[in-house]
C-alpha cells in the first residue's frame, strides 16, 4: 500500500541529496517527492510517498530516520490528514475549443492562468485522482502540450503538528 | 574558552579541538593544501604517524580503534589523497568502526571550478559514511569536531568526514562559535525496554532448544563481561558472527565457534535446529545466513538485539525485538533471570555435544598446514596476544584455530572483506596497544595489497610479528574454482611473488624462511620472543582448503567438510 511520510530535516546543503541518494540506494519504490520551507527558517518538510508493504515502509523510515539531518518522520498514512497537490497543465486552444476548456475548467474547480492563441495554461490543486480526471479530458478531447506536478504535500487535521 | 582562543588559526583550532576530544595519535599523509595543518602540528603534542599510502593510514586508524575501543582518527590530501581513503571508509562503515576522516579540501572560493587534486570527497563518500561535514567557516570548527566525534563513537558507531578547504585551516585569527552541539535529529537508544526484557526472560524459560548468537555489537558495547555470565547463568550455548569473535573466550565450554558459511557444523546444526534464537548485535548477514534468510533458523522463535533500528527484520523475520545497546540489555537481563524458572538444558547439550564429537574441526598437524602454524602460535603467543590478519584462506584459519580470548585483541575486515588491512591495522593496533604482543597473519596475496607499510614499520620501530602463510596462489579464488569450476584455475597463481623475506630485509626488518614441519616451532618460538619487528615466511601448500564451506545458494546445514 502507499504510505505518505512528512519528514521534516535541517535546512543545510546536501541533505535531499542525502535523502534521494538513500532512497535509491536501498532500492526503495518512491512515487512522489516534495519539499519545501516550513515555519521553522532551519526546517525543510519533505512529503514523501512510498509504495510497499509494513516491511519495506519500516525500513524505508527506520533507514531515513537514521540521517542525522533528518529530525522528525511522522506517517500521515495512519492519522486524518489533507493531501493536495498542484499541477499546471499547458493544453492546446484554438478559438473553436476555448469555450469547451473553460467549462471543463469550471467543473473541476480549476483556473486559467495564461492564454494565448494556441494554448491555454490550467491550475489545478486537488488529489492525485483528480487532477489525472482533469488531464484525461484535457488529453484526449483537446491535447495536452506539457505538464507538471509538484508531487503530494499533506497535513495532518487538528492541533498536533508532525514535528510534536 | 572565546576569549583564550582569539587569535588561533584554523589549524590550530582544529587541533585544539581533536585534543580536547582526547587525540593523541593521527595516521597520516600530507599534501598540497594541507600545508598549513601540517605547520601547525609542529607545535601540537598530538602525535602524527606517517603512513606510505592514503589507504593504509585509514586502515590504521581502523585497527587502532578496534583494539583500543577509541575513535581512530586520519588524515589525507585533498583529491587523490582522500580518494585513497574511500575503501578504508567503507570498510569502517561495513563493520560500524568509530573512525573520524580528516580531508583537506581546496580552497573555498576555487570549490566546484575542477581545480587541481579537486574531488567532491562529501559526494563520494555519502553513502560510506555516517555523516559528512565541510567545513566553510573556521569559527564552527570546534563544534564540528565535537559532533563528529560523538557521532562517531555513539549509537551505532561508524566513519564521519570532515573536508577541510585550505583557506579555513589557513586563516588567522579565528574567533570561533561556541562548540555546543547542533544535533537536533540524532537519537540515541541506550537501556531496553523493561517489559520486553520480561518477555526474553519468559521466552527463555520456555525454551528447549535456545541459542546465543553474538556479534560486532557485543564488542562495540564492550559487553563481553555480561555476555559470559548471561551464557554461563542460563547454560546458553553461543555462535558467534565473525565480528563476534571473542565474545566467550576460545575454548570456553559454552562456545560452539563461528556460524555461517565458514562456521562449525555444530554451530551451524545448533542454529538451525534451534527453538530460540537470541541474536545480540548482529546483522544476519550473508555470510551467516547464506543469504537465504527466510531458510535461517526456521523452528526458532527470533529475539533480535540491536542498537540499530534498521537491522531489525531487514533480513530475517524478527519475533521479538529490542533496540538499544547490548551490554545494558545484556545486564537488564541478568537482573531479571532470577526470577524465571530456567529450563533443564541437559537434552539439548546433550545432542550438541554428540554434533561435536561427529564433526571436530579437522586439520592435519604433521605437516606445515596452515593450521598447524595457527595452532601453534595460539599455544606459544596465547589468547592476550593481539591478531591482525588480512583476508582470504589464512582469516578463517585464524577465525577457526586461533585462540582469541577477548574481543579487543583481533583486528579483521569483516563485512567488505578488503585485502591488504591487514598490515596496517596490525599498525594502529601495536601503537595503541604498545605493550602488547601484536602479531599479523596474512598471505601473500594480500600483504603485497599494502606491503609498501612495512616502511611505516621500519620507521616507527613497531615490534610487529608478521606471519605470511606464503602458498603462491590467491588461495580463497582457486578454492572455489576448484569446488565449483571443476579445476579451472585462472589468474590465482602469483608466479611473479618476491623472496618476502628478502623484502623485508630491504627494509631493516628481519625474516626466516620456514619450509619444513620440525622449523615451525622453532620459528614462532623467536617470533614471540623478538623485541623487534619480524616475518616469518611459512611455504604452505596450495591445495590447503578452508573446511567446512557452505556453498553458495545451499543453507547452513548443506555443508562440505571434506
Known sequence: ?164 | MSEEKKGLSGAKLLLDALREEGVDIIFGYPGGVLLPLYDAMLDSPIRHVLGRHEQGVVFAADGYARVSGKVGVCLATSGPGATNLVTGITNAYSDSIPLVVLTGQVPTSSLGSDSFQEVDIIGITMPITKHSYIVKDPRDLPRVVKEAFFLARTGRPGPVVIDLPKDVLAQENVEPFPSDMKLKGYKIFGRGNNSKIEEVAQALSEARKPVLYAGGGVVTANAEEVLRQFAERANLPVVTTLMGIGSLPYGHPNLLGMVGMHGTVTANYTVDDCDLLIAVGVRFDDRVTSGLGHRFATKAKVIHMDIDPVEISKVVKTHMRIVGDARKILEELLEVLPGHSLPDLSEWWGQIRNWQKDNPLGCDLDSLTPQLVVKTLGELAGGEAVIATDVGQHQMWVAQFYPIAHMRNYATSCGLGVMGYGLPAAVGAQLARPQDNVFLITGDGSLQMSIQELGTVAQNKLPIKIILLNNGVLGMVRQMQKMFYDGRYNHIQLEGNPDFVKVAEAYGIRGIHVNSVDQVRGAIEEAVNSSGPILLDFKISPDENVLPLVPPGKVITEMIVR
Open chain 1, 1 to 164: 500500500m502507499k504510505h505518505t511520510l512528512a519528514v521534516l530535516v535541517e535546512n543545510r546543503p546536501g541533505v535531499l541529496t542525502h535523502i534521494s541518494g538513500l532512497i535509491s540506494r536501498r532500492a526503495f519504490n518512491i512515487e512522489s517527492i516534495a519539499a519545501g520551507y516550513t515555519e521553522e527558517p532551519d526546517t525543510t518538510r519533505i512529503t514523501i510517498v512510498v509504495e510497499g508493504d509494513e516491511i519495506e515502509q519500516e525500513q524505508v523510515v527506520n533507514q531515513l530516520s537514521k540521517l542525522i539531518d533528518v529530525i522528525k518522520i511522522s506517517d500521515l498514512t495512519a492519522v486524518e490528514s489533507i493531501q493536495r497537490e498542484l499541477a499546471l497543465i499547458k493544453v492546446k486552444a484554438s478559438l473553436e475549443t476555448r469555450s469547451d476548456i473553460i467549462n471543463i475548467v469550471n467543473i473541476f474547480r480549476a483556473s486559467i492562468v495564461d492564454v494565448s492563441r494556441e494554448t491555454m495554461v490550467i491550475e489545478l490543486s486537488g488529489d492525485e485522482t483528480k487532477i489525472d480526471a482533469l488531464c484525461q479530458v484535457l488529453e484526449e478531447d483537446h491535447g495536452i502540450i506539457e505538464i507538471v506536478r509538484t508531487g503530494k504535500i499533506a497535513l495532518s487535521r487538528g492541533p498536533i503538528p508532525a514535528k510534536a
